[in-house]
């Protein structure tokens, strides 16, 4: 028999996808619909018997729930029989990108861009949900008309702080793992970065980076030896590999900068103006945080320890996420997020007493009751004590004034939604349209100083008196 019913889908078990040390994936038939899937098969008898392919098999079914975008391989059902779990996922039919760069005979840079493009569209999903692939390979990424597609999560984690969560633990694939895992070091969520550059490597030149037969091989080319370049690459293709594949791992680019790369920037140009806007959300998060602790009276100084649930005189991100909500329970993870690592400078996914202390007394908040700091920025002049942002405001209106910009005519421009509000994002384009050097703090003091009603918006009223009365 060729075939075995499981629930409504026909398994194929003459036509074997693909088969690893604990399961094998077929293709196989959704009866409702006659569509084509791929359906992956555990035995019981290996699974519960050993807690680490346990966890692997939890793991990648917590992580693939959460995903569904175009460049990620969906899941589609979980079933399970006496002697098997079964993962049915959506069926690619080009096989995986090993697969095809034997076929391809010759891939040019702008490819393998291609490639990469679809690869890192991938990972901003990932970056949303807080998830680390660990295993990014070849054949781990699926092909699907020419759609390139992330794939296999069992050794992904997904963790509350994804660009500063340490790990330890060794898993991947040696040929594409970073230098950190290979010598069983600490590693964070650049382990990722340094599979892209890899991978993005093969598809170029055909191999990776450094060729060896064992891991103590391969760990000490790549130590001894600098990334070659067989042939011409573009200036901004070398570039980007050579940032992905930086040895030292606090050297290596991290996710925000990778996607500002003058190599692909121009196609994530809508992501990174999203990630600009959370840089400016986590200043403006931070000003609004001083403006809650004056209005309600609150202790940071004791809040801060009564929010140190593991009492070990630090915060995690959890314990941060806590305090932030206490203070404004809308702000999301990815918002607090933001904030943590500004305030996590030296990196250890914690945040001690000093740097909590240097960040808030940076943006100018009271940490305790008995505190009292000036709300004033002096600037050179002892007779000036203007705060640098209404000087940054001053040089706004004095260019709309020398420009003879019309107002309605600047409010229409960047109200892009056309829903008559000027959201953070498109007043920080506004203000950028005239200072593109503007900081994210000075922008959300200016955001705030317009937004009188402090509903999160600027109407064209709003917009309009606070000019006038600046004129």
Known sequence: ???????????????????????????????????????????????????????????????????????????????????????????????????????????????????????????????????????????????????????????????????????????????????????????????????????????????TPWIANSVPQLLNSILKYPVQFPSYISAEAKDFILKCLEVEEDKRIGWNDLYRHPLIYQKFKDHVDKVINMEAQAEFIINELRQMIVVKQIDLLETFKKLQIQDNQFLTFKELQLL??????????????????????????????????????????????????????????????MPKWKIELKKIKDKIEEEEKSLVKLFKQFDTDVNQVLDLVEFVKFLRSFNSKISNEDASLIFQHFDKNCNGGIDFLEFKSTFESQL
Request: with cysteine; hydrophobic share 40%; proline share 3%.
């Open 1 to 207: 028999m060729n075939e075995k019913t499981v629930d409504k889908y026909k398994l194929l078990t003459t036509d074997l996808l693909g088969a690893g040390s604990f399961a094998k994936v077929y293709k196989g038939i959704d009866t409702t619909n006659n569509r084509q899937v791929a359906i992956k098969m555990l035995p019981k008898q290996n699974i519960l018997n050993d807690k680490y392919l346990m966890e692997g098999l939890r793991r990648e079914l917590s992580v693939m729930q959460k995903l569904k975008g175009n460049n990620v391989v969906r899941l589609l059902d979980t079933l399970e029989s006496s002697n098997n779990y079964y993962i049915v996922q959506e069926f690619c039919k080009d096989g995986d990108l090993g697969t095809y760069l034997r076929k391809q005979q010759y891939l040019t840079e702008v490819g393998a861009i291609r490639i990469l493009t679809d690869i890192l569209n991938g990972f901003i999903e990932l970056l949303q949900q807080g998830i680390i692939h660990r295993d990014l390979k070849p054949a781990n990424i699926l092909v699907h008309q020419n759609t390139f597609k992330l794939g296999d999560f069992g050794f992904a984690k997904c963790i509350s702080n994804f660009q500063r969560d340490v790990m330890e633990s060794v898993v991947g694939t040696p040929l594409y793992m970073a230098p950190q895992i290979l010598m069983r070091e600490t590693y964070t969520s650049k382990c990722d970065i340094w599979s892209i550059g890899c991978i993005f490597y093969e598809c170029i030149f055909r191999r």
């Open 324 to 385: 932030l909500n206490e203070i404004d329970p809308k702000l999301t993870r990815q918002q607090i997020e933001f904030v943590f690592n500004m305030i996590d400078v030296d990196m250890t996914n914690q945040i001690n007493f000093l740097e909590f202390q240097r960040c808030l007394q940076q943006h100018r908040v009271r940490l305790s009751l008995q505190e009292i700091k000036p709300d004033i920025i002096y600037e050179n002049s002892p007779l000036i004590q």
